[in-house]
T-cell receptor
Framework: AQKVTQAQTEISVVEKEDVTLDCVYE???????LFWYKQPPSGELVFLIRRNSFDEQNEISGRYSWNFQKSTSSFNFTITASQVVDSAVYFCALSNQGGSEKLVFGKGTKLTVNP | DAGVIQSPRHEVTEMGQEVTLRCKPISGHNSLFWYRQTMMRGLELLIY????????DSGMPEDRFSAKMPNASFSTLKIQPSEPRDSAVYFC??????????FGEGSRLTVL
Protein backbone atom coordinates (compact mmCIF):
# COMPACT_ATOMS: atom_id res chain seq x y z
CA ALA A 1 0.00 0.00 0.00
CA GLN A 2 1.11 3.53 -0.69
CA LYS A 3 1.05 6.04 2.11
CA VAL A 4 2.35 9.52 2.83
CA THR A 5 2.74 10.73 6.40
CA GLN A 6 3.19 14.34 7.38
CA ALA A 7 3.53 14.13 11.12
CA GLN A 8 3.54 17.87 11.69
CA THR A 9 -0.04 19.07 11.62
CA GLU A 10 0.76 22.72 12.28
CA ILE A 11 3.94 24.74 12.55
CA SER A 12 4.25 28.35 13.59
CA VAL A 13 7.42 30.37 13.08
CA VAL A 14 8.51 33.96 13.10
CA GLU A 15 9.49 35.63 9.87
CA LYS A 16 13.08 34.98 8.75
CA GLU A 17 13.30 31.69 10.61
CA ASP A 18 14.15 28.55 8.66
CA VAL A 19 11.54 25.81 8.79
CA THR A 20 11.55 22.18 7.67
CA LEU A 21 8.42 20.27 6.78
CA ASP A 22 8.73 16.52 7.14
CA CYS A 23 7.38 13.89 4.77
CA VAL A 24 7.70 10.14 5.12
CA TYR A 25 6.36 7.79 2.49
CA GLU A 26 5.67 4.11 2.05
CA UNK A 27 5.60 2.26 -1.24
CA UNK A 28 6.51 -1.13 -2.62
CA UNK A 29 7.30 0.26 -6.03
CA UNK A 30 10.92 0.69 -7.03
CA UNK A 31 9.99 3.46 -9.42
CA UNK A 32 7.92 6.27 -8.00
CA UNK A 33 7.64 10.03 -7.89
CA LEU A 34 7.37 12.41 -4.97
CA PHE A 35 5.78 15.84 -5.00
CA TRP A 36 5.18 18.90 -2.89
CA TYR A 37 2.18 21.17 -3.30
CA LYS A 38 1.29 24.44 -1.59
CA GLN A 39 -2.27 25.44 -0.71
CA PRO A 40 -2.43 29.14 0.18
CA PRO A 41 -5.46 30.64 1.90
CA SER A 42 -7.06 31.29 -1.50
CA GLY A 43 -7.59 27.53 -1.75
CA GLU A 44 -6.11 26.24 -4.98
CA LEU A 45 -3.16 23.87 -4.75
CA VAL A 46 0.05 24.92 -6.44
CA PHE A 47 2.63 22.46 -7.72
CA LEU A 48 6.12 23.04 -6.30
CA ILE A 49 8.33 20.09 -7.22
CA ARG A 50 8.48 16.56 -8.60
CA ARG A 51 11.26 14.11 -7.79
CA ASN A 52 11.76 10.60 -9.15
CA SER A 53 12.98 7.71 -7.05
CA PHE A 54 16.26 7.43 -8.91
CA ASP A 55 17.37 10.96 -8.26
CA GLU A 56 18.43 11.57 -4.68
CA GLN A 57 20.19 14.80 -5.42
CA ASN A 58 18.95 17.65 -3.29
CA GLU A 59 17.07 20.39 -5.05
CA ILE A 60 17.23 24.10 -4.35
CA SER A 61 14.98 26.75 -5.78
CA GLY A 62 15.46 30.16 -4.26
CA ARG A 63 14.51 29.94 -0.59
CA TYR A 64 13.09 26.45 -1.06
CA SER A 65 15.08 23.24 -0.82
CA TRP A 66 14.19 19.59 -0.78
CA ASN A 67 16.05 16.69 0.78
CA PHE A 68 15.24 13.24 -0.57
CA GLN A 69 16.62 10.24 1.34
CA LYS A 70 15.57 6.80 0.18
CA SER A 71 17.27 5.17 3.17
CA THR A 72 14.74 6.80 5.49
CA SER A 73 11.89 7.10 2.94
CA SER A 74 11.76 10.81 3.50
CA PHE A 75 11.33 13.82 1.28
CA ASN A 76 11.64 16.89 3.49
CA PHE A 77 11.04 20.47 2.46
CA THR A 78 12.94 23.41 3.93
CA ILE A 79 12.05 27.06 3.61
CA THR A 80 14.95 29.35 4.38
CA ALA A 81 14.33 32.82 5.78
CA SER A 82 10.57 32.31 5.87
CA GLN A 83 8.21 35.09 4.90
CA VAL A 84 4.60 35.81 5.77
CA VAL A 85 3.62 34.91 2.20
CA ASP A 86 4.86 31.38 2.85
CA SER A 87 1.91 30.83 5.18
CA ALA A 88 -0.06 27.98 3.66
CA VAL A 89 -0.83 24.32 3.93
CA TYR A 90 1.86 22.19 2.33
CA PHE A 91 1.15 18.75 0.98
CA CYS A 92 3.57 15.98 0.18
CA ALA A 93 2.37 13.42 -2.39
CA LEU A 94 3.45 10.15 -3.94
CA SER A 95 2.60 8.68 -7.31
CA ASN A 96 2.22 4.97 -6.90
CA GLN A 97 2.98 3.75 -10.40
CA GLY A 98 6.17 5.52 -11.35
CA GLY A 99 5.11 8.62 -13.16
CA SER A 100 1.44 7.74 -13.02
CA GLU A 101 -1.16 10.44 -12.81
CA LYS A 102 -2.60 9.06 -9.57
CA LEU A 103 -1.27 10.92 -6.53
CA VAL A 104 -1.61 9.91 -2.90
CA PHE A 105 -1.47 12.98 -0.70
CA GLY A 106 -0.41 13.37 2.90
CA LYS A 107 -2.72 15.16 5.31
CA GLY A 108 -0.74 18.37 4.98
CA THR A 109 1.18 20.66 7.31
CA LYS A 110 -0.22 24.09 8.04
CA LEU A 111 2.59 26.62 8.22
CA THR A 112 2.00 30.00 9.78
CA VAL A 113 4.71 32.60 9.45
CA ASN A 114 4.21 35.47 11.85
CA PRO A 115 5.64 38.93 11.24
CA ASP B 1 -3.39 32.23 -19.68
CA ALA B 2 -6.56 31.03 -18.00
CA GLY B 3 -6.15 28.38 -15.36
CA VAL B 4 -8.55 25.60 -14.47
CA ILE B 5 -12.01 27.08 -14.10
CA GLN B 6 -14.55 25.58 -11.76
CA SER B 7 -18.16 26.48 -11.13
CA PRO B 8 -19.95 27.10 -8.94
CA ARG B 9 -17.48 28.33 -6.32
CA HIS B 10 -20.01 27.77 -3.59
CA GLU B 11 -23.10 25.61 -3.51
CA VAL B 12 -25.53 25.14 -0.67
CA THR B 13 -28.23 22.58 -1.20
CA GLU B 14 -30.58 20.37 0.70
CA MET B 15 -30.21 16.69 1.19
CA GLY B 16 -31.66 14.74 -1.71
CA GLN B 17 -31.04 17.40 -4.32
CA GLU B 18 -28.92 16.87 -7.39
CA VAL B 19 -25.62 18.74 -7.52
CA THR B 20 -23.58 19.33 -10.66
CA LEU B 21 -20.05 20.70 -10.49
CA ARG B 22 -18.35 21.91 -13.63
CA CYS B 23 -14.76 22.18 -14.76
CA LYS B 24 -12.94 23.67 -17.70
CA PRO B 25 -9.34 22.39 -17.83
CA ILE B 26 -6.38 24.26 -19.19
CA SER B 27 -6.30 24.09 -22.96
CA GLY B 28 -3.89 21.44 -24.20
CA HIS B 29 -3.87 19.45 -20.98
CA ASN B 30 -4.79 15.85 -21.67
CA SER B 31 -5.52 14.66 -18.15
CA LEU B 32 -8.28 15.82 -15.82
CA PHE B 33 -8.82 14.96 -12.19
CA TRP B 34 -11.56 15.37 -9.62
CA TYR B 35 -10.44 15.52 -5.99
CA ARG B 36 -12.41 15.96 -2.80
CA GLN B 37 -10.98 17.65 0.28
CA THR B 38 -12.35 17.31 3.80
CA MET B 39 -10.82 17.88 7.19
CA MET B 40 -11.27 14.26 8.16
CA ARG B 41 -10.07 12.52 5.02
CA GLY B 42 -7.81 15.10 3.43
CA LEU B 43 -7.42 15.08 -0.35
CA GLU B 44 -8.96 12.12 -2.09
CA LEU B 45 -8.82 11.35 -5.79
CA LEU B 46 -12.30 10.58 -7.02
CA ILE B 47 -11.69 9.97 -10.72
CA TYR B 48 -9.35 10.92 -13.48
CA UNK B 49 -9.59 11.08 -17.24
CA UNK B 50 -6.95 10.84 -19.90
CA UNK B 51 -7.85 12.14 -23.34
CA UNK B 52 -11.47 12.35 -22.18
CA UNK B 53 -11.58 8.65 -21.21
CA UNK B 54 -12.10 7.69 -17.56
CA UNK B 55 -8.99 5.83 -16.42
CA UNK B 56 -9.55 5.26 -12.73
CA ASP B 57 -12.80 5.84 -10.88
CA SER B 58 -11.97 3.68 -7.88
CA GLY B 59 -12.20 6.70 -5.63
CA MET B 60 -15.79 7.49 -6.47
CA PRO B 61 -17.58 6.90 -3.18
CA GLU B 62 -20.71 5.23 -4.48
CA ASP B 63 -23.23 5.15 -7.26
CA ARG B 64 -24.56 8.53 -6.27
CA PHE B 65 -21.45 10.05 -7.82
CA SER B 66 -20.86 10.21 -11.54
CA ALA B 67 -18.43 12.11 -13.73
CA LYS B 68 -18.32 12.82 -17.43
CA MET B 69 -15.93 14.42 -19.84
CA PRO B 70 -17.77 14.88 -23.13
CA ASN B 71 -14.89 16.80 -24.70
CA ALA B 72 -11.41 18.05 -23.97
CA SER B 73 -12.60 21.34 -22.54
CA PHE B 74 -15.36 20.34 -20.16
CA SER B 75 -16.10 17.93 -17.35
CA THR B 76 -18.86 17.50 -14.80
CA LEU B 77 -19.12 15.78 -11.45
CA LYS B 78 -22.66 14.98 -10.43
CA ILE B 79 -24.02 13.89 -7.08
CA GLN B 80 -27.55 12.53 -7.05
CA PRO B 81 -29.02 12.44 -4.49
CA SER B 82 -26.75 14.53 -2.30
CA GLU B 83 -26.22 13.80 1.39
CA PRO B 84 -24.76 15.89 4.23
CA ARG B 85 -21.62 13.72 4.27
CA ASP B 86 -20.89 14.89 0.72
CA SER B 87 -20.12 18.36 2.08
CA ALA B 88 -16.54 19.14 1.04
CA VAL B 89 -14.43 21.18 -1.31
CA TYR B 90 -14.28 19.57 -4.72
CA PHE B 91 -11.25 20.35 -6.82
CA CYS B 92 -10.75 19.86 -10.49
CA UNK B 93 -7.20 19.68 -11.81
CA UNK B 94 -5.61 19.19 -15.19
CA UNK B 95 -2.14 18.22 -16.30
CA UNK B 96 0.07 17.46 -19.22
CA UNK B 97 2.98 16.02 -17.26
CA UNK B 98 2.43 13.17 -14.77
CA UNK B 99 1.87 14.51 -11.29
CA UNK B 100 2.23 18.17 -12.18
CA UNK B 101 -1.35 19.12 -11.57
CA UNK B 102 -2.88 22.54 -12.05
CA PHE B 103 -5.78 22.93 -9.68
CA GLY B 104 -8.84 25.10 -9.89
CA GLU B 105 -10.00 27.17 -6.96
CA GLY B 106 -12.45 24.50 -5.89
CA SER B 107 -16.20 24.24 -5.41
CA ARG B 108 -17.28 24.34 -1.79
CA LEU B 109 -20.36 22.17 -1.38
CA THR B 110 -22.59 22.27 1.67
CA VAL B 111 -25.42 19.79 1.89
CA LEU B 112 -27.93 20.60 4.62
Amino acid sequence: AQKVTQAQTEISVVEKEDVTLDCVYETRDTTYYLFWYKQPPSGELVFLIRRNSFDEQNEISGRYSWNFQKSTSSFNFTITASQVVDSAVYFCALSNQGGSEKLVFGKGTKLTVNP
Amino acid sequence: DAGVIQSPRHEVTEMGQEVTLRCKPISGHNSLFWYRQTMMRGLELLIYFNNNVPIDDSGMPEDRFSAKMPNASFSTLKIQPSEPRDSAVYFCASSTHPGELFFGEGSRLTVL
